[in-house]
């Protein structure tokens, strides 16, 4: 996963595979021209007709702070400052294990799982949507983030926070 600034407020994901391509408003982009760039790096399109750069896109590191703005709202987010109140209110540290209930579009579970350590801390969110919970799995690991959450697809109202042992990370 590519994160990249479309413009000044404008961020964009994009799964970046060994062939293919992106097009937005600046212009038509490969693939192959994102992957292994430097952070930083300012990718160029150029016009077939008049031969010249027409727009561009800038490769940024991947902060859950950016994460809001690039993300496919999968529901309602909490934004950076409601998110940083409840970081600061929650005292999480690096070998916390925190619970979540309703894992949404996982704005949240990004930031938290920021503040843990993937050997120490682990972060168990529940989502009772199905669909939802699977994309999120998905999302987590290929943003390397599995080690540090788990995603449990279960209805805390009428279950609990139960969790499966074979859910429980016991490293």
Known sequence: I??????????KQIIAQSSGYFQNKFGHFS????????????????????KKITGFVTV????????????????????NPDISLIL???NIRNDSIVLESGTGSGCLSINISNC??????HLYTFEFNKERADK????????????KITVTNQDVVECGFHLDRESIRTE
């Open 2 to 11: 590519v994160l990249v600034m479309e413009g000044k407020d404008s961020y």
């Open 31 to 50: 693939y192959s021209d994102l992957i292994g760039k430097s952070l930083g790096s300012k990718i160029n399109t150029i016009s077939k007709c008049k």
């Open 60 to 79: 940024v590191d991947f902060i859950p702070a950016l994460w809001e703005k690039a993300i496919d709202r999968l529901t309602q987010i909490l934004f």
């Open 88 to 90: 600061g209110l929650l």
């Open 116 to 121: 843990l350590n993937s050997n120490f801390g």
């Open 136 to 147: 999120l799995k998905q999302m987590f690991k290929d943003l390397n983030l599995d080690k």
